[in-house]
Structures are given as C-alpha cells and as structure tokens.
C-alpha cells in the first residue's frame, strides 16, 4: 500500500486539529454535478442497507439516470451567489468557530471543515490539518443526534482515510450532542426570537430527517435522540404537549420509514382545523436542499393547500452566535488535557531545535 505524504519536520510546533464535518453537497445545480455527487452518496452501505448487488443495479440502472436531473431542478430553487446554502453556512461555521477558538488558545489550535460526500472532502482537511503539525485530532460532525447513516458513515470515512496513512494522530470523536446545553439554548432563543417578530403559532412542529423504520427496529438510537432533543427545547419553551409535536421528513422508497411524516402530518392538521404552524428543523445543523426546498417551500405548499392560513419555517443554527458559542463549549469540554500537554510539547521541542547534538542532517 501506498501511504498519503505528511509534511514533517523534525521539532516543529505541535497543534491540535479540530475537524468539523457535514453531509455534503454537489458542486453545482445540475445534472452532471448531481450524479457523481449521488452515487458517493447512494453508494455507501450506511445510508442504503440493501444487499450490495441488488442495490448496485438499481443504483446505476434506475436511479441514476432519472434523479439527478429532477434532483437538479430542487438545488437550482435554493442555489446562491455562494453556492450551495450547505457548503456556505459550513465554511461560514468553521471561520467563526476557528476565530472563537484560536481567540482563547492561539495557534495552538488548527481547523477545518470537510463533507462527506462531495467536496472538500474528509481526507483532504485531515491532511490539511496534519501538514500544519495537528498530531492530535478532534472530530465533531455536525449532527446533533447520532445515527449509523450520518455519524458512523463520517467514522468510516475518517477510518478509511487513516488507513492510508503512516503516522495517526491522537482521536478524539463526537459521536452527537442531542441534550446538550448550549445546543438547546441556541435553538430556544431561535424560536424565542421567531415568535418575537412574527407572533407565536398554534403549533410547533419539529422535523427531523427520516431513516427506515426497520433501522430503529435494529438499535439505530436516533429516533429516541431525535425526542430527546424536542422535549429539551419543549421544556425550556414551557410548551405543553398539544402545542408541539415531532415528525420526519425526507423518504426515499417505499418501505416504512419513522413516523409520522411531516408532509402528511401538516396535511393532517390543516385538513382538522389547524390555522397557523411554524416548523423547526433541529436536526439540521445549517440550512440546506432538505429545509430551504422541502420544508420552506414544498411542505409549505401542503399546509397551505390543504387549508392551513399561516406557514413558518425557522431557520437553522447556521452562524447564530449562540450556535457557534455552543459548538466551541462543545469542542473545549473534550480537548481535556491535550491543551496543558501540548504546552508541554512545544516547550520541549525548542530545546530541542536549539540543543547542538541534536540538529538533524538536512
């Protein structure tokens, strides 16, 4: 096997890399950008668990030739002077996270962002991070409620990386943060601020992306996270349980997937009676085709046409500075100890550098 170059030097400065990741995204709103985009995506066995031949045909017989362009028409509905809404509030994370952080502990500490599926790419902020002397790594996908389809898969491609590598660094990964304080704080005080200058709903409803019902029915624990989180925010908001309710959008396929559906369930309660909803996204990190396109706009229509009056969706965390002060608390709580040892290091290597018998031949 043939292992990835590191750039290395003999008493450089040591860091601590701190990788952020996401989903990912197509590089453009078309058709041919789409489809090498989805097969990345379709293809990995976390994300479809279907026996790998059967799904192989399927894949590139069917799906492969008809979505990519229906799939290109929903990003050109949400596409921007940026590019993809994804790719733009995850850059946008990491600049702001990276100032929060380098501000407290200087270059001491390094950061990147990468995608799972398209570009940039895990392994290529990895070796950003290692070239700039990271020899401890802090991994923290974005995805606040942990499932084997999006956290694990992002494990796995992290794995997949490291196996091309001769030296590994130190590793730390966070698995999910469904419960945690800031995390919860950050979208009460989006709704908070909804209500404040939009009036409040009689409803709200939190969607969450959807698995196959027979994933839970396996041990994915994200169905209950996904709870765990809606009853956190609830409880702050003092909401009782007939003003909130949680649902899963996104399916693909025919089998059963976790319930209820947000399209059918805004179906449901205009249909009943139901005036005026606002819906939240929780488990979406930043926005994307899933919230801009299918909620914003496509469930929006539902409600709408199905005799609701008044439709909201709230938008994600993205670079809400509550969100950004969260995930670097978050990132502080579990660099425990590696921040006072790499003092420690970097002292020894400038003695190091400096002491005679130790100058190393060029």
Known sequence: MKFRKQQFEHGQKTRIGILITNLGTPSAPTAKALRPYLKQFLSDPRVVEVPRLLWWLVLNGIILRFRPKRSAKA????????????SHYTAEQARLLREELQAE???NVVLEWGMRYGQPSIAKASQSLLDQGADRLLVLPLYPQYSASTTASTFDALSEDFRQRRWLPQLRFISGYQQDGGYINALVESIKEHWQEHGRQEHLLFSYHGLPMRYLH???PYHCFCLQTTRAVAEKLG???EEYSTTFQSRFGREPWLQPYTDFELKRRASEGLKSIAVICPGFSADCLETLEEIKIENKEYFLGAGGKAFFYIPALNTRPEHIQALAQLCKNNLGGWLESNEQINSVKESYKTHPHNQVAK
Request: hydrophobic share 30%; proline share 5%; glycine share 14%.
């Open 105 to 107: 502990y200087g270059d």
């Open 239 to 241: 909401l009782n349980k």
């Open 218 to 220: 396996a041990g994915d």
């Open 75 to 86: 990003y050109a509905s949400v596409w921007t002077k940026e590019g993809s809404p994804l």
